[in-house]
């Protein structure tokens, strides 16, 4: 309320001091010239016009008595407007394509992550399905242990370990791949 009242005041203490006929007349005058001009750095009708506004609102707000050449003034505030629009846009389209690209990338490392959780769900579940020395068998092999020390953990002959991994292995990324395309 207190924001339209200064507005308000504000447009009544410059309609007193002014030739309101005056302006007009320059207003229906240099419109169309103001929006031609601005047409051509904005393309968009409707954006042309409201700059065009903001232009004569500039002009209604200062004395525009001063002024010695106005349609010199409305081109020249024209191209400032329009310049400040650009500017603006393209700081506008630069966030929005910075906070899209911020959204795809935290978009995507969520959808990672559950992925990432779903198949770990999965290797869970194709190794419980092993037996136990089969599992055995893929845990040491994947924690870096030697065929010499897994033979010596399992008590097995060190010559047979390599293809009881390989056994293990071939079973249990059947068991994943059969577990996967359930899932999915």
């Given at each position: ?89 393209k ?26 959780k ?12 092993l ?32 293809k ?21």
């Amino acid at each position: 309320m207190e924001v339209q009242s200064v507005v308000h005041d504000r447009l009544y203490r410059n309609v007193e001091t002014k030739n309101i006929d005056e302006f007009q007349s320059i207003f229906k005058t240099y419109y169309p010239q103001v929006v031609r001009q601005l047409m051509r750095y904005c393309k968009e009708q409707s954006t042309a016009e409201d700059l065009a506004q903001t232009v004569f609102i500039q002009l209604f707000d200062i004395d525009w008595n001063d002024i010695e050449n106005i349609p010199a003034w409305l081109t020249k505030s024209a191209k400032f407007a329009a310049l400040n629009y650009i500017r603006n846009e393209k700081r506008y389209r630069e966030r929005e394509k910075k906070e899209m690209e911020r959204t795809k990338t935290v978009c995507e490392s969520s959808e990672e992550q559950v992925m990432h959780k779903e198949e770990q769900k999965l290797v869970q579940k194709a190794l419980d399905r092993l037996n136990e020395r089969e599992r055995k068998l893929l845990m040491l092999k994947y924690s870096g242990y030697q065929y010499k020390e897994i033979a010596e953990e399992l008590q097995l002959e060190q010559a047979s370990v390599g293809k009881m991994i390989a056994r293990s292995k071939r079973k249990f990324q059947k068991l994943f791949e059969t577990m996967r395309g359930e899932s999915e």
